[in-house]
């Protein structure tokens, strides 16, 4: 069974700093992880998806690693805008489901 | 890209009612359905999994008789919480899956049970 752990649980940073968010999995075979973003009472918009044959995928000013043989993943926001203050998701395969991790709620300071 | 949605998007009854929530896979065919569910400051947990046709398998925990999981056809899945409790509030949130591993995530039902 998979298990998703993240941290920090939760993280304050000021505006324009860059961040990295972790995620780490124990099912190193899995074959995706997930990361989201989910806005209070909102649900959840997929950011970035990787592939097991992937090591990182980008989206603008984010950046999301894949290290199957560590089981961990990172995403990174580069100069973080007060508009980046969210939860972040990220989510592994299990069987044919999804495992989520409790997330990182992020708050970014004007 | 696929759209999942959810009906309603929020709702709010009395303790003791049964409440219906809607899942519908607007342009593909969603083979299995995922059904979560989110408590406040919590993540997701998958509560169930429906195949089209088949009966749920639920989750440990999950009272089969109490979150009536109907998946009758590809576009549509619903979720019935049968004699809601306050306890029973939560965000519940389905995914539908087709042919290919991506799953796309409907925008969620919030319900309150007074």
């Known amino acids: 069974k998979q298990e998703v752990t993240q941290i920090p649980a939760a993280l304050s940073v000021p505006e324009g700093e860059n961040l990295v968010l972790n995620c780490s999995f124990t099912?190193?075979?899995?074959?995706?992880l997930q990361w989201f973003r989910q806005d209070p009472g909102k649900g959840l918009t997929s950011l970035l998806l990787?592939?097991?044959?992937?090591r990182e995928q980008t989206s603008g000013r984010l950046n999301a690693s894949l290290d199957k043989s560590s089981g961990r993943s990172t995403l990174y926001i580069a100069a973080s805008q007060p508009g980046d203050s969210a939860t972040y998701l990220c989510?592994?395969?299990?069987?044919?489901?999804?495992?989520f991790g409790a997330g990182t709620r992020l708050t970014v300071k004007p | 890209g696929a759209v999942v949605s959810q009906h309603p998007s929020w709702v709010i009854c009395k303790s003791g009612t049964s409440v219906k929530i809607e899942c519908r896979s607007l342009d593909f065919q969603a083979t299995t359905m995922f059904w979560y569910r989110q408590f406040p400051k919590q993540s997701l947990m998958l509560m169930a999994t429906?195949?089209?046709?088949?009966?749920?398998?639920?989750e440990q925990g999950v009272e089969k008789d109490k979150f009536l999981i109907n998946h009758a056809s590809l576009t549509l899945s619903t979720l019935t919480v049968t004699s809601a409790h306050p306890e029973d509030s939560s965000f519940y949130i389905c995914v539908g899956k087709g042919g290919s591993d991506t799953q796309y995530f409907g925008p969620g039902t919030r319900l309150t049970v007074l």
């Open positions: 990787i592939q097991s044959s992937q």
């Open positions: 989510a592994g395969p299990n069987n044919n489901d999804m495992r």
């Open positions: 429906s195949n089209e046709g088949s009966k749920a398998t639920y």
């Open positions: 099912d190193s075979a899995i074959y995706n």
